[in-house]
């Protein structure tokens, strides 16, 4: 007898979307078949999927927990919401796994920085998660060897910046011999870097100028963080890459046309790189910044153009871009809108509650793309690229039974005060067409008709291992 079996509805399997039975056991997907074909098992549960899509668990690769924001005439920063809150948000939005950083800072090594963030996260999600690392600065000689011991042990995504971000977050930017000696050791490892990637050059002379010009206003952000920028960094980096035998890349919240071309320009050189871009960036633009609270809608890099958003979703189309991330930063809107300057506006957004029925709404709905697109965007990519697959991201027999019902029979207007993320929604408003209805996390259902039946601590650190095709070429 099997513990669960999920039948009536449309599975997203691999291989395509069909109606299918789902048969789960002991955490696992331990059977697929025709519809019906499962009940002669028997099931401790039957759950009737009839009408809706179902789906494997989201996957957000981006996100940030109990992170520290610069706060303005503050020495100390507030923290953004903890893995607590935002995993139960994740959750009642159809998103089963999140990908968090553990910074390497101060004299931490790596080891250490990631036991801190496993103790600040043991007990405290209620879903699965990972870390990537993240490394600053001019890094000490010893950083590159320690990292190829982070991916050994199953951590085996890097993240580095090209820039300081803002003039007052000096530190941050990676020299790029630095990135050279960890692309170089990541390559022999088998690890993955995941670049943050704009020309710290023209970053900090744009501040400079708009600051002399008295232009100070967030709302001439795409000024300072341009799309030239982006082209000239994301070619930097992709450069240094293919001069290393390999080197793979995974391009951190890409914002311009000028990323989608670098990265497509790569990958049909045989380059191993893959794009990531956040909701944000294909919904909002420049213009959205003079709407009233128009901090809620910017994260770093800035929003862009029209002509952006064209190219972004063109790459989302079986091209460049492979993933849409949130950059989750959840916290109150009084934090958020706490800087209104080109210099000191808050990043991130709290968008992880809404992510997949906003990319189903836009894609399947709106775009006539494929549920297996969908799905790839939201889920099944970030897991073979971030080396979860196929135990994440696939309904497939021995994957985690991570499973939502995404109900598609009646639409679900955003309203931050039903949601359990901030005090406000820069998606408020949105008409979608379709909201999860039951999350299952390895077999467990924890989100079921809009109510929260699983516990803190439900969540389990995942050990990842990036697969060998994923390096060699873009695979994905």
Known sequence: MLDIVITGGTAVLPSGAQPA??????????????????????????IDASGQVVIPGGIDPHVHCRWPMPTPGQTQPNLTDGPDRVSQAALFGGTTTILDFALVDGDNTVQQAIERRQKEWAGDCHCDYAFHTMVQGKLDWSVPDQLAEAVAAG????????????????????????IMEVLTVLAKAGGLAA????????VMHMYEKLTREGRTGFENMAEVHTTLSEDLAFNRVIRLAA?????????????????????????????????????????????????????????????????????????????????????EIC??????????????????????????????????????????????????????????YPRKGALAVGSDA?????????????KAAEMHEADYSPWEGRDLACWPSLTMLR???????????????????????????VRSRPAV
């Open 243 to 327: 001069n290393i035998p390999g080197a793979a890349l995974y391009m951190l919240h890409t914002s311009a046309a000028t990323g989608v071309r670098a990265i497509a320009a790569a990958r049909n050189d045989g380059v191993p790189i893959y794009g990531e871009t956040l909701h944000q960036y294909l919904m909002y633009s420049a213009e959205d910044y003079k709407r009233p609270n128009g901090q809620i809608y910017h994260t770093y890099p800035s929003l862009k153009f029209a002509e952006d958003h064209a190219a972004l979703w063109a790459g989302t189309n079986h091209g460049a871009i492979q993933t849409v991330a949130t950059d």
């Open 195 to 202: 670049i943050h990637a704009e020309d710290n050059d023209l």
């Open 443 to 469: 077999g467990k259902v924890v989100i079921d008709g809009g109510a929260l039946k699983g516990a803190l601590g439900d969540g389990k650190h995942l050990s990842r291992k990036v697969a060998d095709e």
């Open 21 to 46: 039975d789902i048969g789960i056991e002991a955490e696992k997907i331990v059977a697929l078949g025709a519809p019906g074909s499962l009940a002669a098992l028997g099931a401790k549960r039957t």
């Open 331 to 388: 916290c109150p809107l009084k934090f958020k809108l706490q800087g209104n300057r080109i210099d000191d506006t808050t990043g991130g957004n709290a968008g992880v509650e809404p992510r997949v029925s906003l990319i189903y709404t836009e894609t399947v709905e709106k775009r006539g793309y494929d549920l297996v697109q969908f799905v790839n965007l939201i889920s099944s990519n970030a897991a073979k690229i971030m080396g979860l």
């Open 402 to 414: 991570d499973i939502v019902l995404l109900d598609t029979r009646r639409r679900h207007v955003v």
């Open 155 to 178: 951590h085996p995504t890097v993240k580095m910046f090209t820039t300081d971000i803002t003039p007052s977050r000096k530190g941050r930017m990676v020299p790029f011999g630095s």
